[in-house]
């Protein structure tokens, strides 16, 4: 059974840091497009990063995010620097997304539940 399990969420003040973990078990995702979405309060979950050959952000994490993966740890990590109080938001861990659309959720086939980051202003 393929289990993905997000950790590193929490509070932080705006201007702080963060690290997401994503840990994958059940198959082996090295070789798939890993990604992180986030959805806020009354808001659509929308796309934050990828990984696959490229890494892929959304504009308005570009330059403060970092998507990394450790393929022998099965693993893969979402860097959040300068947080801002809009980044506050349930953040899922999704694999085995499109190579050729790495920001479209309905390619993803595995899900995470998701942890929560908070960013206070």
């Known amino acids: 059974q393929v289990q993905l399990v997000e950790s590193g969420g929490g509070l932080v003040q705006a201007g702080g840091s963060l690290r997401l973990s994503c840990a994958a078990s059940?198959?082996?995702?090295?070789?798939?497009?890993m990604g992180w979405f986030r959805q806020a309060p009354g808001k659509e979950r929308e796309f934050v990063a990828a990984i696959g050959r490229s890494t892929y952000y959304t504009n308005s994490v570009e330059g403060r995010f970092t998507i990394s993966r450790d393929n022998a740890k099965n693993a893969v990590y979402l860097q959040m620097n300068s947080l801002k109080p809009e980044d506050t938001a349930v953040y899922y861990c999704?694999?085995?997304?499109?190579?050729?659309?790495?920001?479209?959720?309905?390619?993803?086939?595995?899900w995470g539940q998701g942890t929560q980051v908070t960013v206070s202003s």
């Open positions: 059940g198959r082996t995702f090295s070789s798939v497009v």
């Open positions: 999704a694999a085995d997304g499109s190579r050729f659309l790495p920001e479209r959720s309905a390619g993803y086939d595995y």
